[in-house]
């Protein structure tokens, strides 16, 4: 087995190398394939990632492959996390996000839940399942009316819809590559899930969020965005896939 491990980042200078780092050395027991996709970054961050890739192919080449894809202006992580699906040639994608909210250890209990199970699954980290999860009020409350609004819609019961640690089939995501810009991307990918009977299966995972003062790129457009894609994909399919 093979798996896609896909970091998109946008001005993330301060964080990008200590992921890399991690990814790169996280053992797995599998190969591991890594597309990095600078989303447009106008600060330190291309320089940061050179530097990581170069150590990185020395002292890992025959474990990881490592790919590098450039926007040349910051057109999104939909748009980023489609460039990196695009060059993918492993089973399995997991998106892993350059601001270290998400731990590069957890990858291992993820793709353990997958190894242990039969036939097409996504699996979801889960930042409501584990006691020590580190995040700010207001997007807590968020993430928890937009994870209700979809059990509720979609007659599920999951606790993370948005976590941004989704381990996906290759074959899902190569066929219903995600139409969304921006992090409405979460809901769409999820809303198509299930519509497909793909089981969505959830494991605790830590999590360590930050605010907006911190770097955190998410805003409540976001989050509204994120509603209406719940409500396209759940009433009008055909109609989201003509945009």
Not at 115 to 120: I, M, W
């Amino acid at each position: 087995m093979k798996l896609t491990i896909l970091i998109p980042v946008y001005n993330e200078e301060r964080t990008i190398g200590k992921v890399l780092e991690e990814v790169i050395s996280v053992p797995l027991s599998c190969q591991k394939e890594i597309i990095i996709i600078d989303d447009g970054s106008t600060d330190g961050t291309r320089q940061q990632i050179t530097l990581r890739l170069g150590s990185g192919q020395t002292k890992n080449k025959k474990q990881n492959k490592l790919i590098l894809i450039s926007h040349k202006k910051n057109l999104g992580k939909g748009a980023a996390i489609r460039s990196g699906i695009a060059k993918a040639t492993g089973d399995y994608i997991l998106i892993q996000d350059a601001d270290f909210e998400y731990k590069p250890q957890e990858i291992p209990t993820l793709l353990n839940v997958l190894l242990e199970r039969k036939g097409l699954i996504a699996i979801y980290g889960s930042r409501f399942t584990k006691k020590d999860t580190i995040i700010p009020l207001t997007y807590k409350l968020g993430n928890l009316f937009l994870t209700w609004m979809t059990n509720i819609l979609f007659k599920t019961n999951l606790s993370d819809m948005e976590t941004g640690y989704k381990l996906l089939p290759t074959s899902f995501l190569k066929k219903n590559t995600p139409l969304a810009n921006r992090f409405d991307m979460e809901p769409e990918i999820t809303a198509r899930l299930i519509r497909q009977k793909i089981p969505i299966v959830e494991v605790p995972i830590s999590y360590e969020g930050r605010s907006h003062l911190s770097g955190k790129k998410l805003t409540a457009g976001d989050a509204i965005d994120a509603v209406k894609t719940l409500f396209r994909w759940k009433f009008f399919p055909a109609y989201r896939q003509r945009l």
